[in-house]
């Protein structure tokens, strides 16, 4: 079946006033927005990193373009990252909502890369910012024993008619993630199920403090949420007096990515 330029217009138009009705109803739709105008889709080693092995799945590397493509046309709306857990609606010839379950990290396997990376991360701001020495960045992304989902540890459902198994509004919300770790690489720990802190081998409160006074990578950011700590009620003692120790903030059956 051909598809004139008509179609497509009217389609996109329905698929407007569907999104504008949903919004009237008090429903959010924002948009994932991948950066115009760049022949990579992620710029941070994050964001790379997740591509790279996205794209290291073979049995689905004829699917893996068009949900690319997606993304690109910003299709993809509401992306939401939580442990063990990807959702979002996805823009085709319908509004199809998209899960994606990811098993969490093996407890042994993660204790294995705390033990390896010991002293080879020196503060959280290095960690989030992939500033990492080759060691650990080979040991992070390697594809048995690393951070980033197996194909055999992912389930994916969607509602749309596709019954592949991985249809290519899968496919755009994965790639999604990549541009979602660009800018808050935090949210790839969250969904493995692990705690980033364990890497760090000598950062300390005040340094995470000082983060918070200072321009750098992550200038901006929510600092008090990715540390685990109030910030808003720290207090930097004057100078000669002893610093108080800062305070710890105590649908259907789903398809098989094999």
């Not at 442990?83 to 979002?88: D, H, I, K, P, S």
Request: proline share 5%; hydrophobic share 40%.
């Amino acid at each position: 079946m051909w598809w004139s330029y008509e179609d497509v217009r009217e389609q996109k138009e329905r698929l407007q006033r569907e999104i504008a009705k949903r919004k009237k109803r008090g429903e959010k739709f924002e948009p994932l927005a991948a950066p115009p105008g760049q022949k990579k889709l992620c710029a941070t080693f994050w964001g790379q990193a997740w591509c790279r092995n996205l794209e290291s799945y073979q049995q689905y590397e004829s699917r893996l373009p068009r949900g690319r493509s997606y993304l690109r046309q910003g299709n993809v709306y509401n992306l939401e990252i939580e442990a063990g857990q990807l959702g979002a609606v996805v823009a085709g010839s319908e509004l199809y909502d998209t899960s994606i379950h990811i098993q969490p990290l093996p407890k042994k396997q993660w204790q294995q890369i705390v033990k390896a990376g010991a002293g080879q991360v020196g503060s959280m701001l290095d960690l989030l910012a992939g500033k990492l020495g080759d060691g650990l960045m080979r040991l992070l992304t390697d594809p048995q024993d690393g951070l980033f989902p197996k194909p055999k540890e992912i389930r994916f459902d969607c509602s749309c008619p596709d019954h592949a198994d991985m249809c290519k509004h899968v496919s755009a919300v994965l790639y999604g993630v990549g541009v979602l770790l660009d800018t808050r690489p935090e949210l790839l720990f969250t969904l493995r199920g692990v705690d980033q802190a364990e890497l760090l081998s000598n950062a300390s409160s005040a340094a995470i403090i000082d983060l918070s006074a200072k321009e750098g990578d992550l200038a901006g950011a929510d600092l008090s949420a990715i540390f685990g700590i109030d910030l808003g009620t720290v207090v930097i003692p004057p100078v000669m007096e002893e610093a108080k120790p800062v305070k710890k903030a105590g649908k259907k059956a789903a398809k098989s990515c094999r």
